[in-house]
């Protein structure tokens, strides 16, 4: 777990400001959820058999005795809540979180066992053109950011029916190449098997190119609507290629499953990965009802955007001040115009001018408001242009009233 430090969460907070407002435009609301929840919440929509719930959720009894699990995902936890509130009556819901998610995983880049995601999660709408709007939400909103090298992958993973009938094969097929598996996919094939197809074990990926794959497996009505799926992505102009390996590491996902992935991220190269999951709701005893949705990993995310968000604010103004009065009236001066809108850094430090002078020099600002108690008297405000590459006796000088702070902004802005 990391700290996130100024410069760090202002760029954060650029990422959040986009997305909000995409997700805004796209007319999702935003909801909040409890970082702990109760651990059945997990083990029913997740599943017991995924790595989530068996090796990685931080889970531990409280004083009442009770199980409780730090959230490893955000869409089990935004279903309870839609349950428990009585959303899911009232018509389809669009709606978007963000947050921290805890799992006890190996640390790599991108990923630490304190994350955090934003994502969005679509209920009651069964067509597949909720899939396409959810996918297109994602692959704008990475675009918007400035991020390049993007790769929509796309598989079906059919209804539940389609996935027994494969899911019965494929083990016979396993078991019969058991002792060629690598001894966490031999761990996976009662329990989770579909899992084992994502497998990063280069031995193991060399066996399942010769295994059945699920799209044989595919009904005329699943068939017909990753069809439909694939022709909406291409009206609306979204690259995309088909992998039949993707599975997801959820157990509640069918039909559509997707990842966005970057080809500057390695072998841990997904920014974004979601699909649908028609039977969640129902598994955590709410009605039958559909469900899609997505989740970005900011971590990842931040990576990739590199320098794209400096995450540095610099101020307006540096408000240069010595002096008892000098500092009140300073005080004064800066809540007024931080109240029109700049961004003013108020030198607290009480040391010398020359100082303060070089302090407003390295912070970037264009401007220094000088007040020394004789200007306080006067009631007179000096206003310098910096330049950080020259001395600051040499930059230009205006005096100014101290209650014309109204000027005084127009001469900032100009």
């Not at 761990?187 to 060399?206: A, F, G």
């Not at 595919?218 to 022709?231: A, G, I, W």
């Not at 001018?353 to 912070?363: D, T, V, Y």
Request: glycine share 8%; proline share 3%.
């Amino acid at each position: 777990m990391v700290d996130l430090l100024p410069e760090q969460t202002q760029r954060w907070q650029e990422v959040e400001l986009i997305a909000r407002e995409q997700f805004k435009r796209a007319g999702f609301k935003e909801i909040r959820t409890p970082l702990l929840e109760v651990t059945e919440l997990f083990s029913r929509g997740i599943g017991e058999a995924t790595d989530v719930v068996g090796k990685e959720m931080y889970t531990f009894s409280d004083r009442g005795n009770r199980s409780c699990t730090l959230r490893p995902e955000g869409t089990a936890s935004v279903v309870r809540a839609a349950l428990e509130h009585g959303l899911l009556n009232q018509g389809p819901q669009r709606l978007w979180y963000g947050g921290p998610m805890f799992r006890y995983e190996r640390p790599q880049a991108g990923r630490q066992r304190q994350f955090h995601q934003i994502g969005v999660e679509c209920f009651g709408i069964n067509s597949t053109r909720a899939d396409a709007e959810v996918i297109a939400i994602a692959w704008d909103l990475l675009k918007q950011l400035g991020l390049n090298g993007l790769v929509l992958e796309l598989n079906s993973l059919g209804s539940l029916e389609d996935r027994r009938r494969y899911r019965n094969d494929l083990v016979v097929w396993l078991l019969d190449r058991f002792e060629q598996l690598d001894t966490d996919s031999q761990q996976r094939v009662q329990s989770n098997p579909l899992r084992i197809l994502d497998s990063k074990n280069p031995q193991t990926q060399s066996i399942l190119m010769e295994a059945p794959t699920l799209n044989n497996y595919l009904s005329e009505e699943s068939l017909e609507r990753f069809e439909v799926l694939q022709q909406s992505l291409e009206t609306l102009e979204i690259p995309f290629k088909l992998n039949s390996r993707l599975v997801r590491g959820l157990d509640y996902y069918c039909h559509t499953a997707f990842e966005i992935k970057s080809e500057y991220l390695g072998a841990q190269s997904t920014v974004c990965g979601g699909g649908r999951y028609d039977g969640l709701v129902e598994q955590l005893g709410g009605p039958n009802t559909s469900g899609i949705g997505w989740a970005i990993g900011m971590e990842r995310l931040i990576m990739l955007l590199g320098d794209v968000f400096s995450g540095s604010t610099t101020p307006d103004v540096y408000l240069v001040n010595q002096g008892k009065l000098a500092e009140i009236q300073a005080l004064v001066v800066a809540r007024k115009l931080r109240a029109l809108g700049l961004i003013v850094e108020l030198d607290s430090s009480g040391s010398s001018f020359g100082k303060q002078f070089k302090r407003a020099n390295r912070c970037g600002a264009f401007w220094a408001i000088v007040i020394g108690d004789d200007e306080a008297k006067g009631e007179v405000l000096t206003l310098k242009k910096l330049h950080s590459n020259e001395d600051s006796t040499t930059s230009n000088e205006l005096k100014v009233s101290a209650s014309d702070l109204d000027g005084l902004f127009a001469l900032l802005v100009s």
